[in-house]
């Protein structure tokens, strides 16, 4: 009991409500956003060429948007039609992210904070089986053809049709077995090849450098459309050496059925909607053109140029498959699914960071929905001098840093990292750069992806990855000021807040004075 209680307080209470849900496939998912009021079913013919990114952009709005599922796309609402719809925005907003987490729709974006860092540390490992829904179709040969599916062009400047938005690609490492799952952006080529943009730093990168090194072309697929804990783990930075699979298996409470890719030993989840197999070679004679691509920055990033290709083995598919993409590019008041998930996600990741580097003192961590994780907000009991600093030291040092936690703000407990008005008064009233509230970390990797960098320190195939100056705002109290007998022996003056008695008062009688509650 003892130790449950440690585990209890360590999240905040929330592991001991949560309630996880396997919804079985995308179907189901939809399903239960449908009964929730969540899912808006659009009949109308919409083209596949610009026109359905611009719905999604109008209607993720601000996160207050509802999930969409295209039932109608031009070219492809024939009876001979593979694949007929597309289902997109089942992450863009936070009341479906407590869905998939096991939570209330109305808990706290720091509740679902805490809700991840718990499931990142849980594992039930997947089961094999030896079929599912998602080999009711076999293609192989000349029938492969990626052009069968309704894969948008998203915005008018990108490269081409991209359909690795909102996939799970999975590759293997070589040397255990283990399998990753990320999100990597993917777009069609040829109708067997799907050009993408591998970087070295990321981890299905490491596999690919394992693969080369052994003079091997590396396995890939890339899934399309299951339960919303695959996105969900897919894009977020799991340990080292843990599987997706298994933290996937922790959210739903459920072990994922894998079943094996008809080309490779890559496993994938049975009931699936679509899976693309295929090999990726090193050999650069190999590469066809990728990009740019409207980006989660908000910018178009990755211009066009020769990248690597995974050419298509096989292609697997449920009956009348629903395709799954999302639109990416966050912009002011333009939110997207990528962008509030992350927020969830990268907050948790942060937190658990912090508590392993053991920085004490951590009452609240949050990623504003605006720019991906890129900036972060830690909120702490400060105890002593340099503590920001060594939170912000223990983020940038860990592999969760790559693409993300750019700039780091600290604040006291008294102001609500949610609420941006509180965090720049802060930022006005108690970060002086001459007392070294503000710290710059030059040269630290950083993202491909993010226009402030040159373009010439940008280039993957001479460094790898992104070079950034990180910053640490330092907005607590400065421990430096001495106790000043004026302040009644406080670092700073006392702040203007009412006497509890005071407001004790008002609110007592608050409806005397003609307000309502």
Sequence with gaps: ???????????????????????????????????????????????????????????????DGPALLFKNIGGYNGDDARCSQLFTGGMSNFSRIAMTLGLPKDASVTDMVQATRYYIGQRVPPVEVD????????????????????????????????????????????????????????????????????????????????????????????????????????????????????????????????????????????????VVEGFIDPDPETFEMEGPFGEYTGYFGGDQGPKHVTKVTAITHRDQPIFRGTLEGTLPKMLNENSIMSSVQRAGVAWNVLERAGVPGVTDVHCS?????????????????????????????????????????????????????????????????????IVFFPGSWGSLLDPSTRLKDRDPMLFGTGKWCRVLIDATVNLDFEPEEQYNGDRYPAMVIPHKEDMDKVNARWKEYGFED
């Design 1 to 63: 009991m003892a130790e449950k209680d440690n585990e209890i307080d360590a999240f905040g209470g929330v592991s001991n409500r949560l309630q996880p849900k396997a919804y079985g496939d995308l179907r189901e998912w939809i399903d239960a956003l449908r009964k929730e009021g969540e899912l808006q079913e659009i009949e109308a013919e919409v083209d596949w060429d610009c026109e359905l990114g611009t719905v999604a952009r109008k209607a993720f709005g601000t996160g």
């Design 131 to 274: 079929t599912g829904p998602v080999k009711e179709n076999i293609v192989t040969g000349d029938e492969i053809n990626l052009y069968d599916f309704p894969v948008p062009k998203w915005h008018r400047e990108d490269g081409g049709r991209y359909i690795n938005t909102f996939q799970a690609t999975i590759t293997m490492d070589p040397d255990t077995g283990v399998h990753n799952l990320g999100i990597y952006r993917g777009m069609i080529g040829q109708k067997d090849t799907l050009p993408v943009l591998l970087w070295r730093a990321q981890n299905w990168g490491v596999h690919f450098q394992k693969w080369a090194d052994r003079g091997m072309k590396m396995p890939v697929a890339h899934v399309y459309g299951w339960e919303p804990c695959m996105p969900f783990c897919a894009s977020a930075p799991v340990p080292t050496g843990v599987s997706e699979y298994d933290v996937m298996g922790a959210i739903r409470g459920k072990p994922v059925e894998l079943v094996k890719c008809e080309t490779s030993d890559i496993m994938v989840p049975a009931s699936a909607e679509l």
């Design 369 to 437: 929905p605006a720019n991906n994780g890129t900036t972060l907000f830690i909120q702490l009991n400060q105890t002593y001098r340099g503590q920001a600093k060594q939170a912000a030291a223990a983020i940038w040092g860990s592999n969760s840093s790559h693409l993300r936690y750019k700039h780091i703000w600290v604040v006291d407990q008294d102001i609500d990292i949610h609420d941006y008005g509180a965090v720049d008064w802060a930022f006005a009233y108690r970060v002086n750069a001459a007392e070294d509230d």
